[in-house]
């Protein structure tokens, strides 16, 4: 199995800036992408920002230009920096990664997994 812990929200005002982490562990053979999303109350969870090991960057739409995606794909780690935060942006943000397991010589997947989830609120 593979195991996302994300860490990094917060409480911020408008206008401030918040970094997430995530790292993947576990039987990892390989990641495809890893990335973040979030959910807001009374809401259906929305594409933050993505990013494959082979393939390109997607942002959501009201990200663009305010959010950065970056990894460092030898600690299996995804960041997510958030600027210009808006009262919008107050969500619960969860970590997701495509993978490949390595379990007693044979592989599994690709699976998605999904972290448990870290609160960002942004208010004065």
């Known amino acids: 199995q593979v195991q996302l812990v994300e860490s990094g929200g917060g409480l911020v005002q408008p206008g401030g800036s918040l970094r997430l982490s995530c790292v993947a562990s576990?039987?990892?053979?390989?990641?495809?992408?890893m990335g973040w999303y979030r959910q807001a109350p009374g809401k259906e969870r929305e594409l933050v920002a993505t990013?494959?090991?082979?393939?390109?960057?997607r942002y959501g739409d009201s990200m663009k230009g305010r959010f950065t995606i970056s990894r460092d794909n030898a600690k299996n780690t995804v960041y997510l920096q958030m600027n210009s935060l808006q009262s919008e942006d107050t969500a619960v943000y969860f970590c997701?990664?495509?993978?490949?397991?390595?379990?007693?010589?044979?592989?599994?997947?690709?699976?998605?997994?999904w972290g448990q989830g870290t609160q960002v609120t942004v208010s004065s």
């Open positions: 997701s990664a495509m993978v490949t397991l390595r379990w007693q010589g044979k592989l599994e997947g690709p699976l998605t997994s």
């Open positions: 990013q494959g090991t082979n393939s390109g960057t």
């Open positions: 576990g039987n990892i053979f390989a990641v495809h992408y």
